[in-house]
């Protein structure tokens, strides 16, 4: 079979020339792949030459890149572009490439080389840059079990092949669950309450699914904007329940497996001697233990609760006023706060959404991204794309090619839920320059044009912090590239470009209204601001409770019997208010069984410390595209990568280190 994965790809900056890939293709390649990395790590442990950081750390990188490159092109693929033929080869390929990473890790003559660099790293000759590759790569081996022996080893390894086949299990049952689902609305009464972009957006999307009127979609953005604006409480209960027993249906019923998963995790844990699966996790994080988590958390928690209670007055009056039952339900907050938004604040969706089209916002944030880094975008048509919805665009800073950025905004079935940045190649200066290649998904509902809800387009610049994260890198080792840093400062990025989206001069420039072009009133800027903190204590009692379910799940030590009522008592021990509802069910919660987050939901939170404390400094000075400022954030955030210690970097950049005062305040939890 002539496959285009193990040739050379002769496309504009070597993008995956997705027009000639097959889901047949992959087994094939990264079987050969893997036996070929496998052989070239096998010839560095086995070399007779003393370890050197050339012969043992460099070439470990560089023997990476062939099989990396595939396997990068295959878990994109898997989660923006998944087909049933690609998934079955995801099932068949997870616990193969698992045991292949696995193999490499436990490889004792490797780890042994890799021992006897880091013991002698003051005496070699290396810069913080190398210094700090090494001390990783052997943290990594420790941490994936490279110090076990005999039958500790083996089980070790039987749990990391395991777990790659749960995990992909429970991403595909989340998809499949929400790719399914569609509420058809055919007449006006099932329409009330719906705005015309909503109705436009949903016609859309039932066009496309070949149903006949209005089709909303599990989507989060259709979704949430449904459960905000429709009249129906019976048409809202029913997109609530469907919302919130994703992967809880008996057809494909994730709790044996989310059960399966924890043990496995402790069992590793227990082998690498820590207490619990969290202990393990949170020892290469910035947090350092559960207990600095549990602190941060407890420190908006019961803040939150009261601001809750405040929220819910303010509802329940409103609901009087609607003639409503003041007993809310959690499918009638979003309906009920809008309707407190639009008195408190005058500030309705209906109005607002039209200055915000996915094409201005877009060009909003490569403006800020051009004042901030000298960042100029020229998009080409002519660039590899896995589907027509994808866009693609050349990056050059000061006039200096340094990435490829593609953007996928669209939902569709076939694509995971949520929003996300992933890159098909990181990039590194050692051994030639590698262009980084980056993309930014994110699941609006399409419509002609798109606007988008001001939740939206933070969302669309969160991501496109991440994204310059992964452009903006200039460090020689991939390995230490773009987002490959400690989870809880990953978040700080992305992020931290938030606060570009509310700075009132880039909502004069680019919020302009979709029809007649006008620039957003001021006064319309002023109740956008003004609003900021609307239902912050919805927002923060929903994000702290995901954050507590998860670092609790991940201290059990003997696993849990019964998901659905393990979840139930820690909500009444927190004592989360009913009418709030759960953001993320365990069944449905990807983040921590399909997404790297376990015992790390904690980290949006800890970076809005670090965010919110960076922020600070540009308020401070009165000026968001301070040029000095601009450049401190390039060289020691946007830049830096992991070429040294993040903590270190935050501090360059700051001056001090962080505290959970400003982000409180911002949260409006703290006067």
């Keep these: 079979m002539n496959n285009p994965l193990l040739q050379a790809w002769n496309t504009p900056h070597q993008l995956p020339p997705f027009d000639l890939i097959r889901p047949e293709h992959f087994a094939p390649a990264l079987e050969q792949l893997m036996t070929e990395h496998l052989q070239a790590v096998e010839a560095i442990a086995k070399q007779p030459s003393p370890a050197s950081f050339a012969n043992t750390v460099e070439a470990l990188e560089a023997a990476a890149l062939p099989l990396q490159r595939v396997s990068l092109v295959f878990h994109n693929l898997c989660s923006s572009h998944s087909t049933p033929e690609l998934q079955a080869v995801e099932r068949s390929l997870a616990p193969k490439l698992a045991a292949h990473h696995g193999a490499i890790y436990l490889n004792q003559k490797l780890f042994a080389r890799l021992d006897a660099l880091m013991r002698q790293a003051l005496e070699l000759e290396l810069n913080e840059e190398q210094r700090r590759l090494l001390q990783r790569l052997h943290l990594d081996f420790l941490m994936a079990g490279a110090c076990l022996q005999g039958e500790a080893r083996r089980e070790f390894a039987a749990c990391v092949e395991e777990l790659a086949v749960l995990s992909a299990r429970f991403g595909q049952n989340v998809l499949a669950d929400e790719s399914e689902y569609a509420l058809q609305l055919r007449d006006e009464a099932e329409l009330a309450g719906l705005p015309p972009s909503l109705r436009n957006a949903m016609a859309e999307t039932a066009r496309q699914r070949g149903l006949e009127g209005y089709a909303a979609t599990l989507a989060r953005s259709s979704a949430i904007a449904f459960l905000t604006h429709s009249s129906r409480a019976d048409l809202r209960e029913a997109i609530w329940r469907a919302w919130t027993t994703r992967g809880a249906r008996p057809a494909r019923d994730n709790r044996p497996l989310l059960q399966r998963i924890l043990q496995l995790r402790q069992q ?54 609607l003639g409503l039952d003041e007993d809310i339900a959690p499918w009638d907050w979003r309906y009920l706060a809008e309707k407190v938004r639009l008195e408190h604040y005058a500030l309705d969706d209906a109005e607002v959404k039209p200055y915000f089209s996915l094409a201005n916002m877009q060009a909003a944030m490569f403006d800020v991204a051009g004042r901030l880094f000298g960042l100029r975008f020229d ?36 694509k995971k839920g949520g929003a996300w940045m992933s890159v098909y190649r990181a990039q590194g200066l050692h051994g030639g320059v590698s262009l980084p290649i980056v993309v930014n998904n994110t699941n609006f509902a399409k419509g002609e044009p798109t606007l988008l809800s001001f939740d939206d387009v933070r969302t669309l610049f969160h991501e496109f912090g991440h994204g310059l994260h992964g452009l903006l890198s200039h460090v020689h080792y991939p390995r230490l590239s773009g987002t490959r840093v400690p989870r809880d400062y990953v978040e700080l990025p992305s992020q931290l470009m938030e ?64 998901a659905d009522a393990f979840q139930d008592e820690v909500c009444r021990r927190y004592g989360l208010p009913p009418e709030a509802g759960l953001a993320h069910s365990l069944p449905h919660f990807n983040h921590l069984f399909n997404g790297g987050y376990a015992a790390g939901y904690y980290v949006y939170l800890w970076a809005e410390v670090l965010e919110a404390e960076a922020f600070s400094v540009f308020e401070r000075h009165g000026d968001a595209f301070s040029p000095e400022l601009a450049d401190s954030l390039y060289r020691h955030i946007y830049s830096a990568g992991n070429a040294r210690d993040p903590q270190r970097s935050f501090q360059a950049f700051c001056g001090h280190a962080p505290s959970a005062s400003p982000m409180l305040r911002k949260r409006g939890l703290k006067d």
């Excluded at 910035?286 to 601001?307: D, H, I, N, R, S």
């Excluded at 340094?402 to 076939?414: C, E, T, Y």
């Design 379 to 414: 998009e080409r048509n002519d660039l590899p794309r896995y589907h027509p919805d994808v866009r693609g665009w050349e990056v050059r800073r000061h006039g200096q090619l340094i990435g490829v950025f593609l953007s996928d905004n669209f939902a569709r079935p076939g």
């Design 268 to 321: 590793q844990a227990g082998l690498l001697g820590y207490a619990n699966y969290a202990d393990y996790a949170l020892s290469d994080r910035m947090a350092g233990t559960p207990q600095a988590v549990y602190q941060l958390l407890e420190q908006a928690w019961e803040p939150a609760k009261a601001l809750f209670a405040r929220e819910k007055q303010q509802l329940q009056a409103m609901a009087r006023k």
């Design 499 to 562: 606060n570009w989206a509310l700075v009132p001069e880039v909502l004069e420039k680019h919020a302009r209204h979709v029809e007649s072009g006008a620039a957003i009133p001021p006064a319309l800027v002023a109740k956008i601001l003004a609003a900021q903190n609307f239902q912050q204590g919805y927002a923060t009692v929903r994000y702290v409770i995901s954050a507590l379910l998860d670092l609790e799940l991940h201290q059990q030590t003997d696993g849990i019997d019964d």
